[in-house]
């Protein structure tokens, strides 16, 4: 069994920093870096999966009008912004983005209704301080909805240690029990736990196959050496999650009226 790396906020930080437009040019220029969740029918379509999650999130949520969200996500500030300034109607003046530490979040406490999160809170190391401030910054029964890559077991051999945990600066995850242990610790009650690792399996059978075919007619020789080797990790890394060393889910949890 391998030892896992201790990966720092800094490192993860820099990972993405460096990476995200080598995502961008094959997976998704929308911006879009979430695991997609396969609806009935839909066999190898990833935008509508991965749509199809956001819309699932925000159904458990019960997101309206009147939230206020706080999205924590991986995506780059900066192509936030862009994204942003593109925007019709009254959505540049209702969105804000803050470059922050999930661990130290720049907001008053009890400022918004809903925390949500897809695929990002994983890559925390000092997890506990993340749920913790997540926790201080729900109002009184807000709620925080979460899709994230689990660990279900507590040791990984060295294919999953390689593929999936070093490849994105991963230090180490939480099983879909110990993630709802570890929140109701931070003070939430859980409202839904749900393991969905098939999904996560298809979504990176489909990626890699789109991105062995995109390889095919780069032109640029490191975009499509960068291409293979991904193609050739989500093979591993569907290894890894029918070895149950990977894995995906949803939480819901809810700050407690009182405390």
């Known amino acids: 069994m ?5 990966f720092s906020e800094q490192d993860v930080e820099q990972f993405f920093d460096q990476s995200t437009g080598n995502y961008l040019s094959f997976w998704d220029s ?3 870096l979430h695991t997609g969740y396969f609806a009935a029918g839909n066999t190898g379509d990833y935008h509508a999966a991965a749509e199809q999650t956001s819309i699932l999130l925000g159904d458990e949520a019960g997101l309206d009008a ?4 706080l999205d924590l996500s991986r995506e780059r500030i900066d192509f936030a912004l862009r994204k942003r300034a593109e925007a019709r109607g009254d959505l540049a003046r209702r969105v804000e983005f803050r470059h922050g530490s999930a661990t130290q979040l720049p907001y008053e406490p ?4 809903h925390v949500v999160s897809q695929d990002a809170l994983f890559l925390v190391p000092e997890k506990a301080r993340s749920h913790d401030e997540m926790f201080r910054a729900l109002r009184p029964g807000g709620k925080l909805v979460l899709s994230d890559f689990l660990q279900p077991r507590a040791e990984v051999g060295p294919r999953a240690r ?4 070093d490849r994105v600066r991963w230090s180490a995850g939480l099983s879909l029990v110990g993630y709802q242990v570890a929140l109701e610790r931070a003070g939430f009650e859980i409202r839904l736990a749900r393991e ?3 999904h996560l399996k298809r979504t990176y059978q489909v990626l890699g196959e789109v991105a062995a075919e995109r390889a095919a ?3 640029d020789p490191a975009a499509r050496e960068w291409m293979l080797a991904f193609s050739a990790s989500c093979v591993e890394i569907g290894v890894a999650i029918d070895d149950g060393e990977f894995g995906w889910g949803v939480l819901v949890a ?6």
């Open 2 to 6: 391998s030892v896992a790396a201790r």
């Open 110 to 113: 009890g400022s918004f209704s």
């Open 162 to 165: 390689k593929h999936v945990y």
């Open 66 to 69: 009147s939230s206020r969200v």
């Open 30 to 32: 929308e911006g879009v």
């Open 254 to 259: 809810e700050r407690p009226l009182r405390p």
């Open 196 to 198: 969905l690792s098939p």
């Open 217 to 219: 007619q780069a032109v």
